[in-house]
């Protein structure tokens, strides 16, 4: 058929010959949700209340409390991985010339790939964004009193727990 075909209502489209683009149902539930609170619970150490939007195919997990404030944010969207890569571009586009703005490559969250390329920490904005098939992952940790460093070691166990529980 034509390649810039939607079919109306199904939420499928196809552009193309994408492999791997297709929107999928994965999602992050409320139950997922309390799970992820309960990790950042045994991190910060601070009492917390969480806010789901469990509906696919952008979920999201909002989890606050004193000091703290993390959103868990996954789009499993027709071309996520497509929007993943363009957001990484513009972000080393536009902010090359502050070390703190461009993204890290971190290890062990994203797909395996080369130079781990499928998970970046943009320390400025204590933000990891990381993708696996068509799911882009965004993950924003704020917690007072820690360091980027710390953040970070906080937020990649959190990241992968969120993979985890959305792949079921």
Sequence with gaps: GDSSTSVAGSGSRYFGQHR?????SLHLGRGDCAALAATVRRQTGVPLQRQ????PPNSRCQVQGPGVHVSISLDAAYA????????IDEQVQFNAADPAKVPHAVGGVGDKGAYNHNASWIPAYSTLWA???NRWLTVVYSAAGKTRAQRLAAVAP???QAFRLSAR
């Design 20 to 24: 791997g683009q297709a929107e999928t």
């Design 52 to 55: 789901s939007e469990p509906t």
């Design 80 to 87: 996520a991985r497509t929007r993943y890569s363009n957001r």
């Design 131 to 133: 993708v696996r098939g």
């Design 158 to 160: 959190l990241a992968r």
